[in-house]
Nanobody
Framework: QVQLVESGGGLVQPGGSLRLSCAAS????????MNWDRQAPGTQRELVAV???????NYSNAVKGRFTISRDNGQDAVYLQMNSLRPEDTAVYYC?????????WGAGVLVTVSS
């Protein structure tokens, strides 16, 4: 059974940093493309960052230059380093694993950026 478990969320002041982690199990992690998505209250879920199985990355314009996605295939984990956080980054952040017809999601972790 595939599980994705996010951690590292919390309350941070504007300009601060957080590092999200997503631990995967029940899958051959290295074969999957991994995403971080987020959903703010009253909005649709949006893609934040992608790292594919070969390690290539891509980012939404909203976070480019501030967020960094990485993966550790030995630890079956994907990370999202978030710097220069803004109030508009407040959202529930979700870890997503995709390969062919398989699409798995974590339960999400809340990030609140507020003074």
């Amino acid at each position: 059974q595939v599980q994705l478990v996010e951690s590292g969320g919390g309350l941070v002041q504007p300009g601060g940093s957080l590092r999200l982690s997503c631990a995967a199990s029940g899958m051959i992690f290295s074969l999957y493309d991994m995403n971080w998505d987020r959903q703010a209250p009253g909005t649709q879920r949006e893609l934040v960052a992608v790292i594919n199985s070969r390690g290539f990355t891509n980012y939404s314009n909203a976070v480019k230059g501030r967020f960094t996605i990485s993966r550790d295939n030995g630890q079956d984990a994907v990370y999202l380093q978030m710097n220069s956080l803004r109030p508009e980054d407040t959202a529930v952040y979700y870890c997503n694993a995709r390969r062919q017809n398989n699409d798995f999601w974590g339960a999400g972790v809340l990030v609140t950026v507020s003074s």
